[in-house]
């Protein structure tokens, strides 16, 4: 026989004191199909020497059984296999074709590396996670959510506990309409995600003061998205402690932060989350804030502008549409908004900002003495008196700038126009702030004491 091996055409022998079909025939087989299709010889030695079979019936159907058995999805189609006499012996060709449903896999390795294979030269090797995702995305044409899951051992205990609080039933049927289950049958990621093994996590830092020198309490955060969900709001809920004033008769309890603000950023942190990351969902608290990062970025195309006019484009739909379902969203695209909303009356505003990779949203602690502002370079911190005097906020921006004006008030401290006119009066009445005019602009420079 003429032909040597080379990355479409490979040789294998049987076992010797078996006879079987080496293991690693099928794992060539799957390389062809995850990759460019091949040839495979049996009863060929890898010099290209003809050793022939001594019963190639049983070897073709034994073949045939392996590939049945042994490959997942069904690769039955893709693969032709007929006896071939080559120089006066009998040897079994297997023609492959590339899959249409790769990657393919061996159903006893599971859809992960040492389970997946491809062609790389004239070698056979494990495919890593990045190439197997890469893949799956490449061969389905779809997003992440509705690629298969490579995980497929999965439960929904979590899950079907939240449906039937809402009376709806789980089954089958349910499965494929939710888009838990993909055409060829097998766990979609959208599955992973909710199921009890899911492999992405939440971790949660509590740290000592406002920097992240001192750990106070750690934690991370496993299982279904929906039981992490539940579980680190539960866990942050501890920490939102409550301050009492008095109003005239009346006293007033105030949260550190307002609980649906928390839950609403721990929601579109899971929701829109970038899944194809491996790393875990982050969630820092500190004595003046609590900071939300999640994986991704800004879906392409959206601008922060856009998300806060409350135009939406979820990157995981098929997520959002199932929290839709058990009511934990009442709609899209309302997140940011309404967390906006829940601090209007504060003149401390949550931060939001978007980086290559990832998303952050900055809830501010309303009991705080220390107020937070947001700037185009960043955040900035502006001591308060002992009465939280919003005039002292002012001055102090003032100094801290040399100077200011009237929209910056609005913008940077979070105050009407009236509102804002009227307190830079007062102080410039008092002496503090010393009016300046240049030609239609007007700022506002500290007095020098």
Do not use: W
Not at 121 to 146: D, H, K, V, W
Not at 249 to 275: F, G
Not at 408 to 417: F, I, P, Q, S, Y
Request: glycine share 8%.
């Amino acid at each position: 026989m003429q032909k040597t091996e080379k990355t479409d055409i490979e040789f294998k022998e049987l076992e010797k004191e078996t006879k079987r079909i080496p293991d690693s025939a099928i794992k060539t087989l799957i390389a062809f199909l995850n990759t460019e299709g091949g040839e495979l010889y049996i009863g060929v030695c890898d010099d290209g020497s003809v050793c022939g079979l001594a019963d190639p019936d049983d070897t073709s159907k034994r073949l045939s059984s392996s590939i049945h058995d042994a490959i997942r999805p069904d690769a039955s189609p893709f693969i032709s296999i007929r006896i071939e006499e080559k120089e006066g012996k009998h040897v079994v060709k297997a023609s492959v074709a590339v899959g249409t449903e790769r990657p393919y896999y061996l159903a006893k390795a599971g859809l992960k590396p040492g389970g997946v294979y491809a062609k790389l030269g004239n070698a056979c090797i494990p495919m890593s996670e990045a190439g197997i995702r890469s893949l799956m995305l490449e061969t389905s044409g779809t997003s992440f959510e509705q690629s298969r899951s490579m995980e497929q051992e999965l439960s929904f205990s979590t899950l079907q506990e939240a449906l039937a609080k809402q009376h709806l039933e789980f089954g089958q049927a349910q499965m494929e309409t939710l888009q838990l289950i993909g055409r060829d049958t097998l766990f979609t990621n959208a599955a992973l995600l909710l199921s009890d093994q899911c492999t992405h996590t939440c971790k949660v830092a509590v740290f000592q003061g406002k920097d992240t020198t001192l750990f106070r309490d750690r934690r991370e955060f496993s299982g279904s998205v929906l039981k992490q969900l539940a579980e680190v709001y539960e866990f942050l809920d501890t920490y939102n402690k409550t301050k009492a004033s008095i109003k005239g008769l009346y006293r007033e309890d105030t949260t550190d932060y307002p609980k649906e603000a928390i839950r609403e950023a721990l929601l579109n942190s899971l929701i829109h989350r970038d899944y194809l990351f491996s790393g875990s969902n982050i969630v820092n608290v500190y004595d003046d804030h609590i900071e939300f990062i999640s994986l991704g970025g800004l879906v392409r195309g959206l601008s922060m502008e856009a998300i806060q006019l409350g135009v939406s484009q979820s990157r995981n739909p098929i997520l959002a549409s199932i929290f839709y379902r058990l009511r934990l969203v009442e709609s899209y695209g309302t997140g940011i908004r309404k967390i906006l909303l829940l601090y209007g009356d504060c003149a401390r505003k949550p931060l939001f900002k978007a980086a290559e990779g990832a998303f952050s949203c900055i809830l501010p602690n309303r009991n705080e003495e220390v107020q937070y502002v947001q700037t185009q370079e960043g955040v900035m911190s502006v001591a308060k008196d002992a009465f939280g005097s919003e005039k002292s906020s002012i001055l102090a921006l003032a100094k801290e700038r040399g100077s200011i004006s009237r929209k910056e008030v609005e913008d940077l401290v979070g105050l009407k126009t009236t509102k804002a006119f009227r307190l830079i009066k007062e102080l410039c009445d008092e002496g503090k702030l010393l009016q300046q005019v240049s030609g239609k602009y007007t700022r506002y420079v500290p007095r020098m004491s």
